[in-house]
T-cell receptor, first 111, second 113 residues
């Protein structure tokens, strides 16, 4: 079974802290990788795509290691508004439009 | 911006009722998906569609069917609702770009009593 594994947390961090989430995926044929953010009782929203070269969007940095089948998300200078569940997501195989979702890592940023 | 709407935010139905959940997109995207999300189980794919009148089973299709008569509309049908179908139902559209990202509607929280 093709899966995406994440530490469920919760991660409780103070404002201003740096926090990192990791995820592993089992399908070596996966080609597309994402982090989604989901607020309580809301729909998941695309946070960022993850590229082999690594990519950054403001305080957020995503990294992909294809050899180890490992994806990471780093959040710098955490804000209260970053509190949410972060879902690691990969496509389900070469050319597949289906996505496989991790169960999420819960982050709480405390004042 | 991609916009996905779902017919209801909250729905309460009785066991045995036939339930229709509707999803509408405002763009011309081919790929549409229905998921359910339950605590501890994450998002699970029920059905998806690549085009009008085309459908494919996902991981948990039992007890569900779908209909896609028009490109912008993808319906999920619970033929005879049961209490174990109480869940959050999420519709998503895939933009079909190389990156395969999906965008979700606001979800329907269905309670079957």
């Amino acid at each position: 079974r093709k899966e995406v594994e994440q530490d469920p947390g919760p991660f409780n961090v103070p404002e201003g802290a740096t926090v990192a989430f990791n995820c592993t995926y089992s399908n070596s044929a996966s080609q597309s990788f994402f982090w989604y953010r989901q607020d309580c009782r809301k729909e998941p929203k695309l946070l960022m795509s993850v590229y082999s070269s690594g990519n950054e969007d403001g305080r957020f940095t995503a990294q992909l290691n294809r050899a180890s089948q490992y994806i990471s998300l780093l959040i710098r200078d955490s804000k209260l508004s970053d509190s949410a569940t972060y879902l690691c997501v990969v496509n389900s195989g070469a050319g597949s439009y289906q996505l496989t979702f991790g169960k999420g890592t819960k982050l709480s940023v405390i004042p | 911006d991609v916009k996905v709407t779902q017919s209801s935010r909250y729905l309460v139905k009785r066991t045995g009722e036939k339930v229709f959940l509707e999803c509408v997109q405002d763009m011309d995207h081919e790929n549409m998906f229905w998921y359910r999300q339950d605590p501890g189980l994450g998002l699970r794919l029920i059905y998806f569609s690549y085009d009008v009148k085309m459908k494919e089973k996902g991981d948990i299709p039992e007890g569900y069917s779908v209909s896609r008569e028009k490109k912008e509309r993808f319906s999920l049908i619970l033929e005879s609702a049961s209490t174990n179908q109480t869940s959050m139902y999420l519709c998503a559209i895939g933009t079909g770009s190389i990156a395969y990202e999906q965008y979700f509607g606001p979800g329907t929280r269905l309670t079957v009593t």
